[in-house]
């Protein structure tokens, strides 16, 4: 009877699943012969279910926003003037196109000093590359600007890259999921859109579908999803449907999606 | 003489009127005629903006008292002439703020304490809601706009060439008015509603063409997608995008 | 949390967007403060982002932020006075949160089992708390609680006899 001491003190852990095998099935032994201990384990269960099942109130809304807010603070904070940052806030003065001007007769000017050789084509590729590199670059710093419209605007420079590479995609990947502003998030989206021939860009927009909260994105992924006719969203859009609190606009138009490509 | 990091707050006494808190708060700006931030981002807020002939920031707040409550907390922080101006979670207040009729930003948010109204500034606007709308009026410069459940109306004195804009919500119309000499990319959407517009927006190649109905000016688009035209040659992109409402898009006369 | 350590603070977000909710539910269960349990949730991931640099490589991160929280709690000096803060009462008609559309009989049952709570010590109600999160296990809830594992183990099985016999007390039963 002594025994049943020791045994009853693991029948908290026993029930929440943190017993390991071999004392697991120590108790369970134990519980066959003991009708005492089997009346504690249920106690036990009792009492532990009962707290364990409260709920707390949904935590609201606006803990996002203040969360938004006080990591945006803390950042400005941090953040020490980088010799980087006033480069670039050079080149985005109007004097833009000058420095441009500037680039690409650096370029040519690099080009002719190094002789004139048969392959004038594979010099202008270069050259081309080169001013696709500085807006690249450009684009990804201006994507942290404090400005909204400074990083919708950057948003809209992938319209004027000839290639697409990973960075850029990552990048506007990283501004659709966590950029404060629904407008520059949706601008993101829509560029997204336009390289969905890129399987990543389907995969990490099919995957969005579960993280984004703002009922104007989730619409607007229906749209795109149902442009790009991807079969692949109707499983997240279906968990979607699921989610309480679903603003009711949204669940129209993904059960319409949905419908649609089916 | 260089002035650094420069906090500011002051409360004046607080007035009763019945059951109601009021108090004004004067921010003076570290660089008065240089471009100023104000930042107001609370989760129960009426917010109004106007521009005045004036060299300060000046809040004028409105509480609902009933409560019982003694604490005013709203306070508004100045430095390096960025205004902050914050208030204790959940609590209702009215502002109204008189802004210099210099450049400023304006970064004005709230969840659901009411309309969004600024009008006779001059700056970049970003205006956030989420159940309440938003009005900017007789704006000089650039406006982002969005909320959930409201109607959106803007109207420019004039705008800043090469600046994107951007105005969305789901239930409610959206009004905007633009100076005629407008140079941009307008891109368009209403799932439920019709687009008007007196603008003349041109097509291009690489999008769906937009008809329109000559008799009241409405765009109608014949595929599940976005209206795009260009109006005055072309320019920065203008979004504008409801759900339910219709969309407005005309001349400022 | 190493990627925040290591300077990219945009993550963050993403740690709050997935653990925001369980931690304002176990503060919650600790203080039936609404309010001031939103306001200790974004103090502590100031806090994590404060002292991001004492984040260890291989630790918890669920450890480490409840580790946090207990502290919060501690400073903050509550009564566990089993009171909604009136405005709160207010404020869960406004959000249409469960408590509201709950009939009476299971807002009544709910506030007792949060008396029966508040009968038992600070400690054991945190601890209780922390075993109710299936994702911390018995090393990490012994290192919030600063006792050995043992200690732990045996705390758990007490404060569960403790409850039991305040349970008989409230009459609290089982419906059967």
């Keep these: 009877m002594n025994d049943c001491e020791e045994y009853r003190e693991r029948l908290a852990d026993w029930h929440m699943g943190r017993l390991d095998a071999a004392a697991a099935a120590g108790l369970e032994r134990h519980l066959n012969n003991c009708a005492d201990c089997r009346e504690a384990l249920a106690a036990t269960a009792f009492v532990l279910d009962s707290i364990n099942n409260l709920q707390a109130p949904e935590p609201p809304a606006n803990m996002k926003v203040d969360f938004r807010a006080m990591l945006d603070d803390f950042k400005a904070k941090e953040k020490k003037p980088v010799f980087r940052d006033r480069v670039w806030s050079w080149l985005l003065q109007p004097r833009l196109p000058l420095a441009y001007g500037l680039i690409i007769l650096l370029c040519i000017g690099g080009a002719y000093l190094l002789g004139r050789s048969n392959k004038q084509g594979h010099e202008i590729q270069e050259l081309h590359a080169g001013v696709q590199e500085q807006k690249q670059t450009m684009m990804l710093a201006m994507l942290d600007n404090p400005l909204a419209s400074e990083r919708i605007k950057a948003v809209s420079y992938t319209n004027d890259l000839k290639k697409v590479d990973d960075k850029v995609i990552d990048a506007l990947f990283t501004t659709l999921n966590n950029d404060p502003n629904v407008n520059v998030r949706l601008s993101a989206l829509e560029a997204l859109a336009a390289l969905g021939n890129h399987p990543e860009v389907r995969t990490g927009l099919i995957k969005s579908i579960s993280t984004q909260d703002s009922p104007v994105i989730q619409l607007a992924i229906a749209d795109v999803m149902l442009k790009l006719q991807e079969k692949g969203s109707i499983s997240p859009f279906k968990q979607l449907l699921k989610q309480r609190g679903l603003d009711e606009n949204v669940r129209d138009k993904v059960k319409q999606t949905i419908t649609k490509l089916i | ?253 | 949390m190493l990627q925040v350590k290591a300077g990219d603070l945009e993550r963050m977000s993403l740690l709050f967007q997935r653990h925001h909710r369980a931690l304002f539910g176990f503060l919650f269960h600790l203080t039936q403060r609404r309010e001031a349990s939103e306001d200790m949730v974004q103090t502590v991931f100031y806090r994590m982002l404060k002292y991001r640099n004492s984040f260890t490589e291989g630790s918890s991160f669920s450890g480490w932020m409840y580790h946090i929280a207990r502290n919060v709690l501690k400073d903050q000096k509550f009564g566990f006075d089993n009171k909604y803060d009136p405005i709160d009462a207010l404020e869960d008609k406004i959000a249409g949160s469960t408590s509201a559309d709950d009939s009476l009989e299971k807002k009544q049952s709910r506030q007792q089992l949060y008396d029966a709570l508040a009968m038992l010590s600070e400690g054991d109600r945190e601890i209780l708390m922390l075993n109710r999160m299936k994702e911390l296990n018995y090393p990490e809830i012994s290192e919030i609680m600063g006792i050995s594992q043992g200690a732990a183990r045996v705390r758990v099985s007490r404060a569960v006899e403790e409850l039991k016999k305040i349970f008989i007390k409230k009459g609290i039963k089982k419906d059967s």
């Design chain 2, 1 to 253: 003489m260089k002035r650094y990091c420069f906090v500011l707050i002051i409360l004046l006494s607080t007035v009763r009127i019945v059951a109601q808190g009021y108090q004004q708060l004067v921010v003076h700006l570290s660089q008065p005629g240089k471009v100023f931030t104000l930042n107001v981002n609370i989760g129960r807020a009426a917010i109004n903006v106007r521009g005045y002939d004036g060299k300060d920031v000046v809040i004028n707040v409105e509480t609902d008292e009933k409560n019982g409550r003694e604490s005013m907390d709203v306070t508004a922080q100045e430095k390096n002439n960025e205004v902050t101006v914050a208030a204790p979670r959940r609590k209702a207040v009215r502002l109204n703020i008189r802004v210099p009729e210099t450049s400023g930003i304006f970064k004005l948010s709230s969840i659901n304490g009411g309309t969004i109204m600024v009008s006779d500034v001059t700056g970049n606007l970003e205006l956030q809601n989420k159940s309440g709308g938003i009005s900017a009026l007789n704006i000089s410069g650039s406006v982002i706009a969005s909320t959930l459940s409201g109607r959106i109306t803007v109207s420019f004195k004039n705008v800043d060439p090469g600046v994107p804009m951007a105005f969305s919500t789901i239930s409610g119309g959206i009004n905007v008015s633009f100076p005629a000499d407008l140079k941009a990319n307008l891109k368009i959407r209403s799932d439920l509603g019709k687009v008007y517009s007196d603008f003349d927006l041109v097509g291009d190649a690489a999008h769906p063409k937009a008809v329109r109905d000559e008799k009241d000016g409405v765009y109608h688009l014949s595929i599940d997608d976005w209206i795009f035209g260009r109006v005055g040659g072309g320019g920065p992109e203008m979004l504008i995008k409801n759900t339910n409402g219709n969309i407005h898009i005309y001349k400022t006369k």
